[in-house]
DNA sequence: AACAATTCAATTGTGTGCAATAGAAATTTC
DNA sequence: GAAATTTCTATTGCACACAATTGAATTGTT
């Protein structure tokens, strides 16, 4: 059965996204409190425990901003002495993002917060696996519409 | 089998969410220029279209903002003619949200903007519906969590 | 009725997020 | 190898988004 009224709130799939987006945001605040970092400034974090030494170019594309948004929060980082940027010797349009000491360290202390999201969702975590995928595929369909 | 790495960004849920919701932002984009609207001003008229007259607070609950985000974005609204606000007379604490002519003549233009999303994510849209649930469970469970 | 507690909208401050632009550096084209 | 194009970071301006606070209005308590 179609939809009868087509722009009914709840009845969207894009609400139901920015919902749980917020949703999440709000979950872990307080879980990231204990590393001092806002939820986007730990997903920079994972991208640098994973990779060290990224450019500033590559960190947005990993996570689809721009730099317009990466320039700022990177320097707030900096700033705080988690994290260094520097002008690739070979490339000097590049910049990239080196952790020090201290941001390296930050990782154990987030090892506690996915337990937390397990916790919280329960189950055994494929039906979460599930979701991912279904969200990825959703992402891609979007993305190649708004090339066209 | 369990994850390897548990800090491994791509394996995230919570971030196949952030980068789901961006996409669709970026999706609508486009699609909402002909209405000269924003995303979450879209959102804001889903539900004027659907209760007129609704209060300040409970607009927010329904949009999961507080009024912080809520006060200055419907002022931006009113300023351009779309709503007006007015204070209850009943209860002068509460702030009620009517939309003007041109605010409810918006709705047919809007129209066009679900039809582009079922042509962008194709099939018969009972995909779309399972997502669309299992993403208000997700919500209900960080929510219930964020409590305790 | 008087006072305390609660509710609600608005404001301030900080941090994203993106469009548009600028400017430096590298690459391509000729 | 000089000029045009492209790539990359940074900046500016605008719009969310939330925490914390304020102040007005209402409700609850005694």
Redesign the interface.
């Known amino acids: 059965m179609?939809?009868a009224?087509?722009?009914?709130?709840d009845?969207?799939?894009?609400?139901?996204?920015?919902?749980?987006?917020?949703?999440?945001t709000?979950?872990?605040k307080?879980r990231l409190e204990a590393l001092e970092l806002t939820?986007p400034q730990y997903?920079v974090f994972?991208?640098l425990?994973?990779t060290d030494g990224i450019t500033v170019k590559a960190l947005g594309d990993?996570?689809?901003?721009d730099s317009g948004t990466i320039t700022p929060l990177v320097k707030r980082l900096e700033a705080r002495g988690l994290l260094r940027r520097e002008r690739d010797k070979q490339d000097e349009r590049q910049v990239r993002i080196y952790l020090t000491e201290e941001g390296r360290a930050l990782?154990e202390k987030?090892?506690a917060v996915?337990?937390?999201?397990g916790?919280?969702?329960?189950g055994d975590?494929e039906?979460?696996g599930m979701?991912?995928e279904?969200?990825?595929r959703?992402?891609e369909?979007?993305?190649?519409?708004?090339d066209s």
Chains 1, 2 share one sequence.
């Open positions: 179609a939809q009224d087509p722009l009914k709130l009845s969207m799939l894009c609400f139901a996204v920015y919902a749980a987006e917020h949703a999440f709000r979950f872990y307080p939820y997903l994972l991208v425990w994973e990993k996570l689809f901003l990782r987030a090892l996915p337990l937390a999201v916790k919280a969702l329960g975590g039906a979460a979701l991912r279904s969200l990825h959703l992402r369909q979007l993305d190649a519409s708004s």
